[in-house]
């Protein structure tokens, strides 16, 4: 198959990105696919031996099948865990999306079936004055998958999400619901609610539904995908 890119994206923070896409790669691995899995910004990162690395970025790198660098996998890493462009900020640094997309395309000469990269925050988040992660994607021209967490409010998160990725010039080629409250009322019916939505609205299949668990695994996780629509 021809290689496959997808940025991945969520309604907000702390909505699962991170096992979401693991998951996904390890959907993709059991099916015979090569992948990598990339995340080129992390806030929130610890110090090791082999410098600052975060764990999200960690759990990509070691879920996919193509053996990458961590460098390669998360090449700008910021200690505090504040959104990048006040890290970078506060560091010196200076976040371009050019940059970003750049280093992404780098990582992405590894040969593979599937890459996965995957944002920070939101489809919003800001790199400085004049872009935001939104502008990596753009400049990459890759479909988007919309990880949704599943609690109040979701509704107007996810189609507002989807609408600013539309608007921006993207496909967005699937979203996963993610029940991140587990005291959530009515979340099946909200669930029902944004599959006809998005699907009408935006043509974005259920890529899959997970159910609040105490503890996820990229191996857990794969049970609750069907990759299948990213590659027909």
């Known amino acids: 198959m021809?290689?496959?890119?997808?940025?991945?994206?969520?309604?907000?923070?702390?909505?699962?990105?991170t096992i979401v896409t693991a998951g996904l790669l390890e959907k993709?691995?059991?099916?015979?696919?090569?992948?990598?899995?990339?995340?080129?910004?992390?806030?929130?990162?610890?110090?090791?031996?082999?410098?600052?690395?975060?764990?999200?970025?960690?759990l990509l790198q070691q879920t996919a099948s193509v053996a990458l660098s961590y460098s390669e996998v998360?090449?700008?890493?910021?200690e505090a865990a504040v959104a990048p462009h006040i890290a970078a900020e506060q560091t010196g640094k200076r976040l371009s999306a050019d940059r970003i997309a750049a280093l992404c395309r780098g990582?992405?000469?590894?040969?593979?079936?599937?890459?996965?990269?995957?944002g920070a925050g939101g489809w919003r988040v800001p790199f400085n004055r004049t872009e935001t992660f939104a502008d990596v994607p753009k400049l990459l021209n890759t479909p988007v998958i919309l990880v949704v967490g599943i609690k109040l409010g979701c509704i107007n998160h996810a189609l507002?999400?989807?609408e600013a990725i539309v608007r921006d010039g993207l496909s967005i080629a699937g979203w996963v619901a993610n029940r991140i409250d587990p005291d959530m009322s009515c979340s099946d019916d909200n669930v029902a609610t944004l599959e006809t939505l998005l699907q009408t609205r935006f043509r974005a299949p259920l890529l899959g539904d997970i159910p609040f668990l105490q503890a996820l695994s990229p191996i857990i996780v794969a049970e609750y995908l069907d990759v299948q629509a990213l590659f027909e």
């Open 2 to 17: 021809a290689k496959r890119q997808f940025f991945v994206t969520g309604t907000d923070t702390d909505v699962g990105k």
């Open 28 to 58: 993709a691995n059991q099916l015979g696919y090569r992948t990598i899995g990339l995340k080129p910004v992390a806030a929130g990162c610890l110090h090791t031996e082999n410098g600052l690395q975060n764990s999200d970025a960690l």
């Open 74 to 78: 998360n090449p700008i890493v910021f």
């Open 107 to 118: 990582a992405m000469m590894n040969p593979a079936d599937v890459v996965l990269i995957e």
């Open 160 to 162: 507002l999400t989807a």
